[in-house]
């Protein structure tokens, strides 16, 4: 099955503190598309970050950041200088030919 | 950019009515829609993919005369749930790719909470 694991549930940081979130995929395909939403209580689905297979390059959006290791099919989420309002539901995704498939999330909380 | 609504936000209704949930892309244009359904603090699960013009997509599993989808537009899809029941009580999600864009890229509409009493 292609599958995507979160294997933190919840996970917590300390104000201005830095956190990792996990994940990990399995892919049979060389060339995909990998991602991290953020949904808040609101529950409205933000994309937080991009990631191309192909390009080496870890993507990086301001404080958000991965660590994109192909050979090793993990995806994780670095979150430096966290804020309150970074506490949601982090659910990591991957693009299969026409479709995401997401993990099980990761609930973030980050205290004052 | 890229902003996708959705109508209503919340829906209370008798068991064995049917309910139609909108999704509209307010800025761009989208051949391809999704509908996603989400239990409590569970992960997302794709129901269908609709692509405007033709008929949906559905993921196995997922009853396609219980849950209707038409995607009539390039900037409107709706999903009609039928003779609801409340085990058809959940957060349905839907979102769409830009049309000639990048199509493994979603923007999400803010859910439509449905409860069947």
């Known amino acids: 099955a292609q599958t995507v694991t979160q294997s933190q549930p919840e996970m917590s940081v300390q104000e201005a503190e830095t956190v990792t979130l996990s994940c990990t995929y399995d892919?049979?395909?060389?060339?995909?598309?990998l991602f991290w939403y953020k949904q808040p209580p609101s529950r409205q689905m933000i994309l937080v970050i991009r990631?191309?297979?192909?390009?080496?390059q870890n993507a990086t959006e301001n404080r958000f950041s991965v660590n994109f290791q192909k050979a090793a099919k993990s995806f994780s989420l670095k979150i430096s200088d966290s804020q309150l309002g970074d506490a949601a539901m982090y659910f990591c995704?991957?693009?299969?030919?026409?479709?995401?498939?997401f993990g099980t999330g990761t609930r973030l909380q980050v205290f004052p | 950019g890229a902003v996708v609504s959705q109508h209503p936000s919340r829906v209370i209704c008798k068991s064995g009515t049917s309910v139609k949930i909108e999704c509209r892309s307010l800025?761009?244009?989208?051949?391809?829609m999704f509908w996603y359904r989400q239990f409590p603090k569970k992960s997302l699960m794709l129901m269908a993919t609709?692509?405007?013009?033709?008929?949906?997509?559905?993921e196995q599993g997922v009853e396609k005369d219980k849950f209707l989808i038409n995607h009539a537009s390039l900037t409107l899809s709706t999903l009609t749930v039928t003779s609801a029941h409340p085990e058809d009580s959940s957060f349905y999600i839907c979102?769409?790719?830009?049309?000639?864009?990048?199509?493994?890229?979603?923007?999400f509409g803010p859910g439509t909470r449905l409860l069947v009493l």
């Open positions: 979102s769409a790719s830009v049309s000639g864009g990048r199509q493994e890229t979603q923007y």
């Open positions: 892919t049979s395909e060389s060339d995909y598309y």
């Open positions: 990631q191309e297979a192909y390009k080496q």
């Open positions: 995704a991957r693009y299969n030919t026409d479709k995401l498939i």
């Open positions: 800025d761009f244009q989208a051949t391809t």
């Open positions: 609709s692509n405007e013009g033709s008929k949906a997509t559905y």
